[in-house]
């Protein structure tokens, strides 16, 4: 899985309670992202990240907040979970190379009740 | 939305028979490539395709790509009980930084 750790694996929060996931990568890559999966929806970005301190929105970045104060941390925040944010949300890093592959984390599975 | 779109949603063969799975797109891109997802895991590179390249192999994986038809296809051939998973093609984008767009996947089930 290429470095890539993602915590907590599960979580179960009530609605309205702040929410922290972490990514961890130990392969250096410039690059990470974080996307939620749901059925029928694939994969959607939700931010992603081109260098410490460089973020940007993806596009159901509605809810959730992220910051990389080191190359090799992530972190996605829901402010205040609703019920509608309940998904398996998967990290992935990429290196600087032009059009190389992302790597994913195991995903972490949020319920929010 | 540049989203690829896989078809079909879902497909069943048999072991050792060949396995297609197609892919479409709506804007122009840089690369394609396809990932492998095996229930409650993460996604898994298989194969990137560029723009300038029309097909590619890596083992019993094929990928063709026409850019005319913003379409790509993955055949799997001699399909094993292994293979079964979800698949999903991401575009990666020609004007805009590192981003790519995943469709909703194709469920393969291979028989035994």
């Known amino acids: 899985d290429a470095g890539i750790t993602q915590s907590p694996r599960h979580k179960v929060t009530e609605t309205g309670t702040p929410v922290t996931l972490r990514c961890h990568q130990t392969?250096?890559?410039?690059?990470m992202y974080w996307y939620r999966q749901d059925p029928g929806h694939g994969l959607r970005l939700i931010h992603y990240s081109y260098g410490v301190k460089d973020t940007d929105k993806g596009e159901v970045s509605d809810g959730y907040s992220v910051s990389r104060s080191k190359t090799e941390d992530f972190l996605l925040t829901l402010e205040s979970a609703t019920s509608s944010q309940t998904s398996v949300y998967f990290c992935?890093?990429?290196?600087?190379?032009?059009?190389?592959?992302?790597?994913f984390g195991q995903g972490t599975r949020l319920t929010v009740v | 939305s540049q989203q690829g779109e896989e078809d079909p949603q879902a497909l069943s063969i048999q072991e050792g028979e060949n396995a297609t799975m197609n892919c479409s797109y709506k804007?122009?891109?840089?690369?394609l490539q396809w990932y492998r997802q095996n229930s409650g895991r993460g996604l898994v590179h298989l194969i990137l395709?560029?723009?300038?390249?029309r097909e590619k192999h890596s083992g019993r994986l094929r990928v063709t790509l026409d850019t005319s038809k913003k379409s790509s296809s993955l055949l799997i051939t001699a399909s094993r009980a292994a293979d079964t998973a979800s698949y999903f093609c991401?575009?990666?984008?020609?004007?805009?930084?590192?981003?790519?767009?995943f469709g909703p996947g194709t469920r393969l089930s291979v028989l035994p």
């Open positions: 804007t122009s891109i840089n690369n």
């Open positions: 395709i560029r723009s300038n390249e």
């Open positions: 991401a575009t990666g984008p020609a004007n805009y930084g590192q981003n790519f767009v």
């Open positions: 992935a890093t990429k290196s600087g190379t032009e059009g190389g592959e992302a790597f």
């Open positions: 392969e250096n890559h410039r690059y």
